[in-house]
């Protein structure tokens, strides 16, 4: 960190934060020079939930909190762990990186809602990956407890996508 913290820096650590929301990034570091043996690093990190919803598929991450310069990663992911969806037994992760889709197309109706009961190897979502579609199956037979994706959303390779019991 700079050896002469300002106001500027302060005002530019903010600026950062409101760039990370504004443009919807999760992560932004940035390294500022001032001149020999003397800078700034910044890292700012938002930490993303998922939160269930009411509604039968729709499911939305929400910010936790607002974005603000990290000074302890393992504090900040302690209480996310408590109730990791990934972790439960019955959770259906992704399988790849792409687009989730709960329909077979636009408009038709989706291939589970909570509360359906599934059996194994049914098709309970779509991922689209470089313009493939990829039906991705239940690992098992019962009924969907969660959805934990939203339509049309991205996911990551390991994401929870959904509960079934």
């Not at 687009?99 to 909570?114: D, H, L, N, R, S």
């Not at 313009?131 to 991205?154: E, Q």
């Amino acid at each position: 960190m700079s050896k002469n913290t300002s106001e500027a820096d302060v005002a530019f650590i903010s600026a950062l934060a409101e760039l990370l929301n504004k443009n919807e990034l999760t992560e932004l570091s940035v390294k500022r020079e001032y001149g020999e043996d003397d800078s700034l690093e910044v890292r700012v990190v938002k930490q993303v939930t998922m939160v269930q919803m009411a509604a039968p598929m729709a499911v939305a991450a929400a910010p936790a909190m607002p974005a603000a310069p990290v000074a302890a990663p393992a504090a900040a992911a302690a209480p996310a762990a408590l109730e990791d969806p990934a972790q439960h037994p019955g959770a259906v992760t992704s399988p790849m990186v792409g687009t989730c889709y709960m329909a077979a197309e636009p408009g038709a109706a989706p291939f589970v809602a909570i509360g359906s009961q599934v059996s194994e190897g049914q098709t309970v979502l779509i991922i689209e990956a470089m313009k493939t579609m990829n039906h991705i199956p239940a690992p098992k037979s019962g009924t969907v407890k969660r959805i934990l994706v939203s339509d049309g959303h991205p996911v990551e390779y390991g994401a929870p996508l959904m509960i079934i019991e």
